[in-house]
C-alpha cells in the first residue's frame, strides 16, 4: 500500500492502511488545516471567533459555522457517500476495529453495561407524561425517514391536478401518529395504505388504533387501499375528491 502523505509503499499494518505511520498522519492533517481557507477553530479573542476568509467576527462558534456554511460553502469530508464496500480505506479500517476488539485492544464504552430498571422506570413515566402533554419528541414520526412512498406521491399529484381544497399538510402529527393527507380546516384526512397494511396482523391492529384515535379527536377519515385506486383509478380519485370538498 502507499502513504497518502510521503508515498512510500507500507504494509498497511497502521491503522486503516492510509499512511505508513503515527508521524505521517499527524503531518496530513495538520497540512489540511493549515491549507484550509476557513478554519472555524480559529479564535480571535476569550469571546469571539473569526472567519479566516472575510476577517468577520461572531461571538459564538455556531454563529461562525453557520456564516461559513452559508456564505464560504461547507467543508466536504473526504468519505462523504463511501462505504466499506466502494472504499479500501474505509473497509480496512472497520476489519482493523473488529479485530481489535477481539484482542481486548478496543474496550466499546458501553460493554457491559445496563440501564437500572429503576432508570427504566423513570424514562418511561417521562416519555408518557410528555405523550400525554403533546411534546414527546416521536409524536407524528410513525416512518424512520418521513419520505413519501410512490402511492403517496402519486396522490399529492391527484390533489394537485383533481381537488378544488388544497388546504392540506403531510404527515400531520396526532398525538402518536401522523395523518398522511390532513384537512386541518374540516378535520378530515385521507389514509393511502401500501399492500403491507393489508398483509401483515400488527398494520392492521396499528391502523385500527390509529383510526380510533382519529375519531376520538373529532376527524373523519378516508382510507384508499392502493391496489383498488391503482385498479379504478378513476372512481377512486372521485370518491377522495367528494370527501374533500364535499
Not at 77 to 101: C, D, F, M, P
Not at 125 to 138: I, L, P, Q, Y
Not at 142 to 163: A, C, D, G, M, T
Request: contains cysteine; aromatic residues 12%.
Amino acid at each position: 500500500m502507499i502513504c497518502e502523505f510521503c508515498g512510500k509503499e507500507h504494509n498497511g499494518t497502521y491503522g486503516s492502511g492510509r499512511f505508513c505511520n503515527k508521524t505521517c498522519r499527524a503531518k496530513y492533517i495538520a497540512s489540511k488545516v493549515k491549507n484550509h481557507k476557513c478554519n472555524w477553530k480559529h479564535k480571535e479573542s476569550k469571546n469571539n471567533w473569526k472567519c479566516r476568509i472575510c476577517g468577520e467576527i461572531f461571538r459564538t462558534r455556531k454563529e461562525m459555522t453557520e456564516h461559513r456554511n452559508c456564505i464560504h460553502g461547507k467543508i466536504k469530508q473526504w468519505n462523504k457517500g463511501l462505504t466499506k464496500e466502494t472504499n479500501e480505506s474505509l473497509k480496512k479500517a472497520s476489519e482493523t476495529y473488529k479485530e481489535h476488539i477481539k484482542q481486548g485492544l478496543i474496550t466499546p464504552s458501553q460493554l457491559g453495561k445496563h440501564i437500572k430498571e429503576e432508570t427504566k422506570k423513570k424514562i418511561s413515566e417521562s416519555m408518557k407524561k410528555a405523550h400525554k402533554e403533546g411534546r414527546a419528541w416521536n409524536i407524528g414520526k410513525s416512518r424512520w425517514n418521513n419520505k413519501h412512498s410512490y402511492p403517496e406521491e402519486f396522490f399529492v399529484q391527484v390533489i394537485n391536478n383533481e381537488f378544488e381544497d388544497k388546504n392540506y399538510v403531510c404527515e400531520y402529527p396526532l398525538e402518536t401518529f401522523s395523518l398522511d393527507f390532513a384537512w386541518l380546516e374540516k378535520k378530515k384526512c385521507i389514509e393511502i395504505d401500501g399492500d403491507q397494511h393489508q398483509r401483515f396482523k400488527e398494520y392492521k391492529e396499528r391502523d385500527m388504533r390509529k383510526d380510533e384515535c382519529i375519531y376520538k379527536n373529532g376527524w373523519k377519515v378516508l382510507r384508499i387501499e392502493w391496489k383498488q385506486m391503482f385498479k379504478d383509478t378513476k372512481t377512486w380519485i372521485k370518491i377522495a375528491k367528494d370527501f374533500i370538498d364535499n
